[in-house]
């Protein structure tokens, strides 16, 4: 198993910036890849970025590309989204997220259940 804290969220204007973090630990040598998620109340759980733990590739999903960056501090067993341009719809609580094992087909990164391990979340609040 795979334990994950993440930390970084906070009150931010829109058109500002903040970094999450996520620091893994336990497991950490299984991990596949990790991902950040995000859930706005009244709404479901939604899919934001992901990174390869050994290859580096990443995905993000579509309202978010160009703003925000997600990256892996492997000394740290870490994985950081650096957010920019934040919009008020960007408000959520921001959940990490590890997927363990091999191979994983890129759609599976894109979804929840393709995740074993996850955080408590952090909330991110946008003011407009």
């Known amino acids: 198993q795979v334990q994950l804290v993440e930390s970084g969220g906070g009150l931010v204007q829109a058109g500002g910036s903040l970094r999450l973090s996520c620091a893994a630990s336990?497991?950490?040598?299984?991990?596949?890849?990790m991902g950040w998620f995000r859930q706005a109340p009244g709404k479901e759980r939604e899919f934001v970025a992901a990174?390869?733990?050994?290859?580096?590739?990443?995905y993000y999903t579509d309202s978010v590309k160009g703003r925000f960056t997600i990256s892996k501090d492997i000394p740290k067993n870490a994985a950081n989204l650096q957010m920019n341009s934040l919009k008020p719809e960007d408000a959520a609580v921001y959940y990490c997220?590890?997927?363990?094992?091999?191979?994983?087909?890129?759609?599976?990164?894109?979804?929840?259940?393709?995740?074993?391990?996850w955080g408590q979340g952090t909330q991110v609040t946008v003011s407009s």
């Open positions: 336990g497991r950490t040598f299984s991990i596949y890849a």
């Open positions: 990174i390869n733990w050994s290859g580096g590739y990443t």
């Open positions: 997220a590890a997927r363990r094992g091999g191979h994983s087909r890129v759609f599976d990164l894109y979804q929840g259940v393709s995740y074993d391990d």
